[in-house]
């Protein structure tokens, strides 16, 4: 009897979903350039608030000067392309249960011409600069980004979860996993060599991207391929 008490134990921890919490990510209240350099640049993830002073005008800013612009709406399971495309003001309107909504087109460059930037910072270093719209329960591809990225959020809430240092396999054990929640005006930037993912929690989120090309890109000897489910990996890549 004992045995098989301690039987039971085993498995309701191994099973027990606290287990599996991913840690959070750490946070600065504003933008300091130099804190940002030493601490988090090419070594670790951040979150960082206070944005909107800099940034208070770009949704309104790109939808005037974007407004246009012709993109392709995405569709599930897949991501795959509408065959014709519709105006940036359209994609914010409701298109079907299997709608993603617009992942990674490229934001005209009239929309950025009265940016205001932190000091030391300029637009050039994040160009191209993209913008994604998603629908509610909406999650992104699996992706690997071999630069720096700088992702801001303009409207909506989003859950993100990443593995950092990813060298072209995963190591679920030693590499370290995150798990967070990234709200209207806050930036999230992500080291290079990170796997991340992220899901839309709200209606509607729309959020801006930008590659650091002064961060290097990091090599890979294996392309990583990964099977999930519900944001849950199922599969590694075999040696």
């Not at 287990?19 to 300091?32: Q, V």
């Not at 370290?176 to 992500?190: G, I, Q, R, S, V």
């Not at 801006?208 to 944001?231: A, I, P, R, W, Y």
Request: proline letters at 5%.
């Amino acid at each position: 009897m004992f045995f098989w008490r301690v039987c039971i134990c085993i498995v309701v921890v191994l099973l027990c979903p606290c287990t599996l919490e991913g840690k959070k990510i750490k946070r600065m209240e504003k933008f300091e350039f130099q804190k940002f350099k030493k601490y988090y640049d090419k070594k670790a993830p951040v979150i960082i608030g206070a944005m909107k002073k800099y940034i208070a005008n770009a949704s309104s800013e790109i939808f005037r000067a974007c407004g246009g612009q012709q993109v392709n709406i995405r569709r599930m399971p897949s991501l795959q392309k509408d065959k014709e495309t519709i105006s940036l003001n359209d994609a914010i309107h409701p298109c079907g249960l299997d709608c993603y909504g617009i992942h990674k087109e490229k934001v005209c460059k009239d929309a950025f011409l009265n940016l205001k930037l932190p000091e030391a910072v300029s637009i050039d270093q994040f160009s191209p600069i993209t913008i994604n719209v998603a629908w509610e329960g909406m999650e992104s591809p699996l992706w690997r980004n071999d630069e720096g990225v700088f992702y801001y959020l303009l409207a909506g809430v989003e859950e993100w979860r990443f593995l950092l240092h990813d060298a072209g396999e995963l190591d679920l054990f030693s590499q370290d996993y995150y798990a967070d929640k990234l709200t209207p005006h806050e930036l999230l930037y992500l080291p290079p060599a990170t796997l991340s993912q992220h899901k839309t929690l709200s209606r509607l989120s729309i959020a801006l991207e930008g590659t650091d090309q002064t961060s290097g890109k990091v090599e890979t000897k294996n392309k990583v391929e990964v099977e999930m489910v519900n944001g849950d990996i199922l599969a590694t890549p075999k040696k």
